[in-house]
């Protein structure tokens, strides 16, 4: 089967299940039951994407470190083909390894999904510099070198960006003061502190423990209010259970208030209404 035949399949596939989670989210199931059926869908529309994503980087990057009898380029195609295979066994494997602690294996493949996404990034803004530069400047890379140049620039910036981003990713979270002054504010309310959490995304890469340090410096605050704002968790309630539990210890004067976030979450809200 050749690669436009693959790309026809993978597309169908997407629209398929696109128009299923649509008809699954718009029926009366069991709440449990239409989860499930969420979930799988979910997974299938997001490999069916995920496979896109690792096709176009194969396929632009690649190619220069078939060709080449260097032992660093050689070891370079390897990287890089062990991280779009992990890239892709993310999802189901963080599905399977979700608990009340990240597993290793959840965190190492979830890493490459993000290296994936941001190596995407980079070579798509590659191509269009390239594309700029053909078109209006009249010059292409052609040789050998040049693209092999190119490969090595791609690689680099992805390796760059990939680390500040773990390394940022396991930093304890910033604390950000925010004033805002209001016109005509009642007297009552001058001072009132609101502590924002957002996207803290318990599951697959955070577990009970960096949780449980986030409460800790949200109480050390002591604000009036809390407010977890969207992306709160990635697990169902039978995985995270003890996991989200450090929730309960949220203080604030006048209530501690959340959303679920993006659309798909909307399917936790049951779980933690359950574990809340």
Same mark, same amino acid.
Not at 133 to 151: A, C, H, N, S, Y
Not at 173 to 196: A, C, F, M, W
């Given at each position: *089967?050749?690669?436009?035949?693959?790309?026809?399949?993978?597309? /169908?596939?997407?629209?398929?299940?696109?128009?299923?989670?649509?008809?699954?989210?718009?029926?009366?199931?069991?709440?449990?039951?239409?989860?499930?059926?969420?979930?799988?869908?979910?997974?299938?529309?997001?490999?069916?994407?995920?496979?896109?994503?690792?096709?176009?980087? =194969?396929?632009?990057?690649?190619?220069?470190?078939?060709?080449?009898?260097? !032992?660093?380029?050689?070891? /370079?195609?390897?990287?890089?083909?062990?991280? !779009?295979?992990?890239?892709?066994?993310?999802?189901?494997? %963080? #599905?399977?390894?979700?608990?009340?602690?990240?597993? =290793?294996?959840?965190?190492?493949? +979830?890493?490459?999904?993000?290296?994936?996404?941001? *190596?995407?990034?980079?070579?798509? !803004?590659?191509?269009?510099?390239?594309?700029? #530069? #053909?078109?209006?400047?009249?010059?292409?890379?052609?040789?050998?070198?040049?693209?092999?140049?190119? #490969?090595?620039?791609?690689?680099?910036?992805?390796?760059?960006?990939?680390?500040?981003?773990?390394?940022?990713?396991?930093?304890?979270?910033?604390?950000?003061?925010?004033?805002?002054?209001?016109?005509?504010?009642?007297?009552?309310?001058?001072?009132?502190?609101?502590?924002?959490?957002?996207?803290?995304?318990?599951?697959?890469?955070? %577990?009970?423990?960096?949780?449980?340090?986030?409460?800790?410096?949200?109480?050390?605050?002591?604000?009036?209010?809390?407010?977890?704002?969207?992306? !709160?968790?990635?697990?169902?309630?039978?995985?995270?259970?003890?996991?989200?539990?450090?929730?309960?210890?949220?203080?604030?004067?006048? %209530?501690? +208030?959340?959303?679920?976030?993006?659309?798909?979450?909307? *399917?936790?809200?049951?779980?933690?209404?359950?574990?809340?």
């Amino acid at each position: *089967m050749d690669g436009s035949r693959v790309l026809c399949l993978v597309g /169908a596939l997407v629209s398929l299940n696109l128009v299923a989670v649509i008809g699954t989210y718009l029926t009366t199931f069991d709440d449990v039951l239409k989860y499930k059926v969420l979930l799988v869908q979910f997974i299938l529309v997001a490999q069916s994407l995920l496979f896109f994503a690792a096709r176009y980087v =194969w396929v632009r990057v690649c190619p220069q470190l078939f060709t080449s009898t260097r !032992l660093i380029e050689r070891i /370079a195609l390897v990287i890089v083909g062990t991280i !779009l295979v992990l890239a892709q066994c993310s999802l189901f494997l %963080g #599905t399977i390894f979700t608990a009340e602690e990240p597993h =290793w294996i959840s965190i190492l493949t +979830y890493c490459c999904l993000g290296i994936l996404v941001i *190596m995407v990034t980079v070579v798509f !803004l590659f191509d269009v510099t390239n594309f700029i #530069t #053909t078109r209006f400047l009249r010059r292409k890379i052609t040789t050998r070198v040049g693209l092999r140049i190119r #490969t090595f620039l791609i690689i680099l910036c992805t390796a760059i960006l990939s680390i500040t981003a773990i390394v940022n990713g396991r930093r304890e979270p910033d604390i950000k003061r925010i004033y805002i002054p209001l016109k005509n504010l009642p007297s009552e309310l001058h001072g009132l502190t609101i502590v924002q959490l957002s996207d803290v995304h318990v599951g697959p890469t955070v %577990g009970r423990k960096m949780l449980e340090n986030v409460v800790k410096t949200t109480n050390s605050l002591s604000p009036d209010i809390v407010v977890l704002t969207g992306d !709160l968790v990635d697990g169902s309630v039978y995985q995270i259970r003890q996991a989200i539990k450090p929730l309960l210890k949220l203080k604030a004067t006048h %209530g501690v +208030y959340f959303v679920t976030g993006k659309a798909f979450l909307f *399917m936790h809200a049951f779980s933690l209404c359950r574990i809340l």
